[in-house]
């Protein structure tokens, strides 16, 4: 496997099934005229330290969890939740950008959230639960006739990592690098699976927003969501992050190697200096054990910057 490769199972890469005409330019982006909104629920600073990445028994040893080692991190603060909808609305506001998916025209939608009276869709080739919708971009999630009103405090999606990057550059802020994204993730704690501890669903309780059922037909939402959840759903982990798994799929600044950090640098480390994919983090709502056991804190994976789908957003640091 090259150090660029995606991991197109959980998001979709758009690399491997668009047409391959290129989508107009990129406009160029203005200066925001006004306020840039804070974040959702604010910022978290945090001291940053020493702590134990990654994980020795993960079930996909070609995503690059392991090894286990001990990578040391600045201070930062990350906010408090994924970007939402509002947030980004603001955004494409002041600054007129169009997303990726828009500029392609198309971006991916899971088939179960279609309407019955859909148009045919090309399926992705080997998870054809992701559907190409013409139409489906950050305004209209499932395609033409669906609307965002009523999740303002959701998590924005369909955005592309370059979609991230835009924002960040307005809001004078960044993207985490993977290893913060993994330290704020733990909330302090040691080589634990999940943001609060060894257990999934403690007490039978459900902490985060996953697919729950059999996986892709039946969804009980036993967690309270079928879909997207508002990002503060949930209680928070130690360090007062929401969502830090299961959700949506979260942009890192990194490019995506499986094998880069088992040589590369132990303090502050930003990834690959070179590579196509960019990392991504947190599992998504529709992430199942049957297929895709990656919403635990250790869990990765990589996917083009140009793609986007109806489970992947971003969360921002400063």
Known sequence: ????????????????????????????????????????????????????????????????????????????????????????????????????????????????????????????????????????????????????????????????????????????????????????????LEQQPFPWGSERDPGGEPRMNIWRGAFPDDNTAADGYAGTCPVDAFDPNGFGLFNMTGNVWEWCGDRFSPGFHKRGPRTDPQGPPVGVARVLRGGSHLCHESYCLRYRTSARMGNTPDSSSGNTGFRIAR
Not at 85 to 96: H, L, N, P
Not at 137 to 152: A, F, L, N
């Open 1 to 188: 496997m090259s150090d660029h490769a995606p991991r197109p199972c959980c998001a979709p890469s758009r690399g491997h099934e668009a047409d391959r005409k290129a989508p107009p330019p990129v406009p160029k982006l203005q200066k925001a005229p006004g306020d840039v909104p804070e974040p959702h629920r604010g910022w978290r600073d945090l001291d940053g330290g020493t702590f134990r990445m990654g994980a020795g028994d993960a079930p996909y040893p070609t995503d690059g969890e392991g090894p286990v080692r001990e990578v040391t991190v600045s201070p930062f603060a990350p906010a408090a939740t994924a970007v939402t909808v509002a947030e980004f609305a603001s955004f494409v506001e002041a600054t007129g950008h169009a997303t990726d998916a828009e500029r392609f025209g198309w971006s991916f939608v899971f088939a179960g959230f279609l309407p019955r009276n859909a148009a045919p869709t090309r399926g992705a080739a080997a998870t054809p639960w992701w559907r190409q919708v013409f139409g489906a971009d950050w305004r209209r999630p499932e395609g033409p006739g669906s609307h965002t009103e009523t999740r303002r405090d959701h998590p924005v999606v369909h955005v592309s990592h370059a979609d991230a990057l835009a924002y960040c550059r307005w809001a004078g802020v960044r993207l985490p690098t993977e290893a913060e994204w993994e330290y704020a993730a733990r909330g302090g």
